[in-house]
């Protein structure tokens, strides 16, 4: 599994908690920034992220900012995008098992760094399911053309 990491300059210590993670699990990723505490546009980091996960360059992809929505929205207007805003464990696990959700969006100031590492631990081990699942995602697919 290939992952694509960002962060404004809100979630850049869950951003390099995940990186940890990542390391640990021997999942392979690729940091797309932010590498300062001065205010950025979120977009700007999404963005590339979002692109690189629809053209198939990398599998998954995680943004963190200060919520997590602004992430979650710029990302979701790319094409194929399927980002899900978690700040539970049940969250992480059923964006997975039944929307097969492609990037995972989180918020710094919302959720604490071991909550932010167990959200992304299930999120990057759980596959989706299919079956039933498989037909609502199609739709979703459909919403897009």
């Not at 097969?100 to 932010?116: K, Q, T, Y």
Request: proline share 2%; aromatic share 6%; with cysteine.
């Amino acid at each position: 599994m290939r992952v694509a990491i960002a962060s404004d300059h809100g979630g850049i210590n869950i951003r390099e908690e995940i990186k940890g993670l990542m390391t640990e699990l021997n999942i392979e990723f690729e940091d797309f920034g932010c590498e300062c505490e001065t205010s950025v546009d979120y977009p700007d980091y999404a963005q590339p992220v979002a692109t690189k996960v629809a053209a198939g360059e990398f599998d998954r992809g995680i943004l963190i900012c200060g919520t997590g929505i602004g992430m979650s929205i710029a990302a979701n207007k790319v094409k194929g995008i399927r980002c899900a805003l978690v700040h539970d464990m049940f969250s992480a696990k059923a964006t997975r098992e039944h929307n097969d959700s492609n990037v995972l969006a989180m918020g710094e100031r919302v959720i604490g760094p071991g909550l932010a590492r167990e959200i992304a631990k299930i999120w990057l081990t759980t596959e989706f399911e299919g079956g039933r699942h498989e037909n609502r995602v199609n739709k979703i697919h459909q919403l897009e053309k």
